[in-house]
């Protein structure tokens, strides 16, 4: 595959456009084959561009759009409403096959059940999932989902979360038989709600996924397993738990001993000792994984965190470039065929 083009939600999230345009030239700078489609207002667009070099410029196009959808709109209204909207048209772009995935960084419901309906679920799929893959200490990498787009799930949407990211950790990040395990407030078989009880039963008895059972909150980044299963309530809220106590971190490590007078000695220590940490730690920095993959559709959908800085919106650009060149939703619905009517 040599060009690539990717519909970008210019309105959408906290920033709109002052973060989407610079990420989007930045993504353009650091790959040649790329092309993007900017849904949004043209004046507002192109207020941006004017100092962008007429290289990259050529590689972009602007793609009008009537209005936006409100990050605190209800998602049932914003759906029927949705029409001429920035995030509806480039998912249509994808839909019409103009473009091969759409980013957004708005209204996560809403980009949901316009994705779903638009582009429509795999055979075998109730409801899509929001998918990331987090680092963790072994320097390896955690496939975890839900991260919200189905607030409560039963134990049969748990079961599907369980195959698409066992698929995603086998197919994409090459690991053999992937450990599977479910989010749970303790290891013992009679914890957690009857859904992930439920759906716990119905994994020790699918041969095809390495099930391993349950694991609790403070195992996410420890590399215990290859695959964490929960709801959308849950990974939501562990998700951005976890962000917040390693921007602390981070900010914690750049600030120390600001304001303060000491010995040249203790500064020459105090900055090997960040720079030691910062090394260690900083593959853990939210802005390097920003951009959950929907799991589960006939096509790419990235959706962004709404407060994303360039440099996070860049990083869900480029996660929709390696969802797309490695066909993902292609690779699921092979997998699909074979593992989810014996895991039912």
Not at 290 to 316: D, E, P, Y
């Amino acid at each position: 595959m040599t060009r690539l083009t990717l519909a970008i939600d210019a309105m959408g999230g906290d920033f709109g456009p002052c973060v989407t345009v610079p990420a989007s030239l930045q993504a353009l700078e650091s790959n040649p084959h790329l092309h993007l489609l900017l849904v949004g207002d043209p004046d507002t667009i192109t207020s941006l561009l004017a100092k962008a070099d007429s290289a990259l410029r050529a590689r972009l196009q602007i793609i009008a759009a009537e209005s936006v959808i409100a990050s605190d709109a209800m998602p049932s209204r914003a759906i029927r409403a949705s029409r001429g909207t920035s995030m509806r048209i480039a998912l249509e772009l994808v839909k019409e096959g103009q473009a091969q995935a759409c980013i957004s960084a708005g209204n996560t419901g809403a980009l949901m059940g316009l994705a779903k309906l638009l582009l429509k679920p795999l055979d075998g799929i109730v409801r899509p999932a929001l998918m990331t893959v987090l680092p963790h200490q072994q320097q390896g990498k955690t496939v975890v989902l839900d991260l919200g787009a189905n607030v409560d799930s039963d134990s049969a949407m748990l079961v599907q979360f369980a195959v698409m990211g066992a698929v995603m950790a086998e197919e994409v990040l090459a690991i053999n038989r992937p450990r599977v395990a479910l989010l749970n407030i303790g290891q013992e078989e009679t914890k957690g709600l009857s859904s992930i009880r439920e759906a716990a039963a119905i994994l020790h008895a699918s041969p095809e996924l390495n099930y391993i059972g349950y694991l609790e909150g403070n195992d996410l980044l420890t590399g215990k397993t290859d695959v964490l299963v929960c709801d959308g309530f849950v990974g939501n809220v562990t998700l951005k738990t976890m962000e917040g106590v390693v921007r602390l971190f981070l900010s914690l490590l750049k600030s120390q001993g600001e304001g303060k007078k000491k010995a040249w000695w203790l500064r020459i220590l105090g900055r090997w000792i960040q720079k030691r940490l910062a090394k260690k730690f900083g593959h853990l920095n939210p802005d390097q994984y920003n951009g959950a993959c929907l799991l589960g559709l006939r096509g790419t959908v990235i959706k962004s965190h709404g407060a994303a800085n360039q440099r996070a919106f860049t990083v869900a650009i480029q996660q929709a470039e390696q969802a797309v060149r490695r066909q993902v939703p292609e690779r699921i619905a092979a997998r699909l065929q074979a593992v989810l009517p014996k895991s039912d």
